[in-house]
């Protein structure tokens, strides 16, 4: 229950990036039982490819911290971890990531690879996948559904808008 309940406060971070239009990524870390950081996709607002859920909640966790090892915390994120937040987890010693859904496409938690539990590195990373799985995945799947819908709308427009300037 005590995941559910995280992972849930990672889906409203997620929520909050598909407002804005950004691949619904959310995420939440915990330390001692309390919330200390929260992060969201934002990649396309900030123009930044290092605006990635999981890193926007290290950066806050660390300066709430006053540390920038989070020793004793664990992350909740609706997407298993690119390479990148796979390895920013590593460097920060964050204990643990409860991981909603997986990404088999670019997945570092054991899909494509698995940075987090690398034996030659100094610290790996315990993992625990699945929590609300279906409400993630379904985020995601909904997220691009949309994306796609919208695309093809706007081109079958600019088919119009050119058929009506030629027809003139």
Same mark, same amino acid.
């Not at 999981?54 to 540390?67: F, Q, V, Y």
């Not at 909603?100 to 315990?126: D, E, I, R, W, Y």
């Not at 949309?146 to 058929?163: G, Q, T, W």
């Given at each position: 229950?005590?995941?559910?309940?995280?992972?849930?406060?990672?889906?409203?971070?997620?929520?909050?990036?598909?407002?804005?239009?950004?691949?619904?990524?959310?995420?939440?870390?915990?330390?001692?039982?309390?919330?200390?950081?929260?992060?969201?996709?934002?990649?396309?607002?900030? #123009?930044? %490819?290092?605006?990635?859920?999981?890193?926007?909640?290290?950066?806050?966790? @660390?300066?709430?911290?006053?540390?920038? *090892?989070?020793?004793?915390?664990?992350?909740?994120?609706?997407?298993?971890?690119?390479?990148?937040?796979?390895?920013?987890?590593?460097?920060?010693?964050?204990?643990?990531?409860?991981?909603?859904?997986?990404?088999?496409?670019?997945?570092?938690?054991?899909?494509?690879?698995?940075?987090?539990?690398?034996?030659?590195?100094?610290?790996?990373? #315990?993992? %625990?996948?699945?929590?609300?799985?279906?409400?993630?995945?379904?985020?995601? @799947?909904?997220?691009?559904?949309?994306? *796609?819908?919208?695309?093809?709308?706007?081109?079958?427009?600019?088919?119009?808008?050119?058929?009506?300037?030629?027809?003139?």
């Amino acid at each position: 229950m005590e995941h559910e309940y995280y992972m849930k406060e990672a889906i409203k971070q997620a929520r909050k990036a598909e407002k804005i239009m950004e691949v619904p990524i959310g995420c939440v870390i915990v330390y001692e039982g309390e919330i200390i950081a929260r992060g969201y996709n934002r990649r396309n607002t900030d #123009k930044n %490819t290092l605006s990635h859920a999981e890193l926007n909640a290290i950066k806050k966790a @660390s300066r709430k911290l006053g540390d920038w *090892r989070l020793e004793g915390c664990t992350m909740y994120v609706t997407l298993e971890p690119c390479q990148m937040c796979a390895g920013a987890m590593v460097q920060s010693r964050i204990d643990e990531v409860v991981i909603g859904c997986m990404n088999s496409k670019a997945g570092c938690a054991g899909s494509v690879l698995n940075l987090l539990q690398v034996p030659t590195f100094n610290h790996q990373v #315990k993992i %625990t996948s699945g929590v609300l799985n279906d409400e993630c995945s379904e985020m995601m @799947s909904g997220f691009f559904q949309k994306l *796609r819908e919208k695309k093809k709308a706007e081109k079958a427009a600019k088919k119009e808008e050119r058929n009506a300037a030629g027809g003139e």
